[in-house]
């Protein structure tokens, strides 16, 4: 049977219907390298996206600029309705406690177990007003829908590539966002392990409800997650649609950045 979530109950309900983030012109640079170059996106509430682009063309730095921990050069860039520009250091970290990440690297604490890593989580979100920390019970059930219930008291070193994965994942989800952010959750996972992250994300986005967006560098991967897929190339969207959309594209880039994926075709 599957385990069932109990809900953190929010104080700040009101704000569901406020866009998560909405980015609009943004610019950033790394010294001369230019990383995002007028990237404008408007995430609504509940909403499944999926980015996908080349290694290194910018999307964990989008991530970044999306939460606050990097400040655009040019351009507005708000979440939940604030500008990040004008709000204290103080209240950005309060709205970022309403927001799940996952790492590439995982980021999870080794000197912790599985099980503590979530309630850090839980109790950092809850020092911000975003609910109360999860019990126990939550946590366990958390761990259980990822398949985890089994290593609570493992550290993280101990688990393989893809239980990592789920471990941060589930750490991202504990605190009952409102905005989730996975960063390339299947990289270096084999196609199997691949597959059944990507099953875990969509059956938890059917419960939690939260606006999701997964960075990828694989178009299969994208498609399975979500139909709204943004191409990003040159720190812009590119293209946006759905598998069939890109597929039937006559960009000149889109063409060749999806003849890596031709397997797509026949899945379409």
Same mark, same amino acid.
């Given at each position: 049977?599957q385990a069932t979530l109990e809900k953190t109950p929010r104080e700040d309900a009101g704000r569901k219907a406020v866009p998560p983030v909405e980015l609009e012109g943004v610019k950033l640079s790394f010294g001369i390298k230019r990383i995002l170059d007028g990237f404008s996106l408007a995430i609504p509430p509940g909403a499944k996206i999926s980015i996908v682009g080349e290694s290194s063309c910018g999307k ?46 995982? &980021?999870?604490? $080794?000197? %912790?177990?599985? @099980?503590?890593?979530?309630? /850090?989580?839980?109790?950092? +979100?809850?020092?911000? =007003? ?56 299947? &990289?270096?996972? $084999?196609? %199997?392990?691949? @597959?059944?992250?990507?099953? /875990?994300?969509?059956?938890? +986005?059917?419960?939690? =409800? ?59």
């Amino acid at each position: 049977m599957q385990a069932t979530l109990e809900k953190t109950p929010r104080e700040d309900a009101g704000r569901k219907a406020v866009p998560p983030v909405e980015l609009e012109g943004v610019k950033l640079s790394f010294g001369i390298k230019r990383i995002l170059d007028g990237f404008s996106l408007a995430i609504p509430p509940g909403a499944k996206i999926s980015i996908v682009g080349e290694s290194s063309c910018g999307k964990s730095s989008l991530f970044k600029v999306m939460v606050g921990l990097l400040p655009p050069d040019a351009g507005k860039a708000r979440l939940f309705g604030m500008d990040l520009s004008r709000t204290s250091a103080r209240e950005v970290e309060r709205l970022r406690r309403n927001v799940g990440m996952q790492f590439q690297a995982g &980021a999870l604490f $080794d000197s %912790l177990d599985v @099980a503590h890593n979530l309630e /850090l989580a839980s109790l950092e +979100s809850s020092r911000g =007003g975003h609910g109360r920390p999860a019990t126990e019970s939550r946590i366990l059930g958390m761990l259980d829908r990822v398949g985890l219930r089994k290593a609570a008291r493992q550290s993280p070193a101990s688990l393989s590539g893809g239980m990592r994965k789920r471990a941060a994942i589930a750490r991202a989800l504990i605190v009952d966002p409102e905005l989730a952010l996975f960063d390339e959750p299947t &990289a270096g996972l $084999d196609p %199997l392990t691949s @597959a059944s992250i990507i099953g /875990l994300l969509n059956d938890l +986005s059917a419960d939690l =409800g939260a606006a999701m967006l997964l960075a990828t560098t694989d178009l299969d991967v994208a498609r399975r997650f979500s139909q709204d897929i943004i191409v990003m190339h040159e720190g812009r969207i590119r293209a946006r649609g759905n598998v069939d959309d890109h597929l039937a594209s006559e960009d000149p880039y889109i063409r060749r950045f999806l003849s890596r994926f031709n397997r797509l075709k026949a899945l379409a």
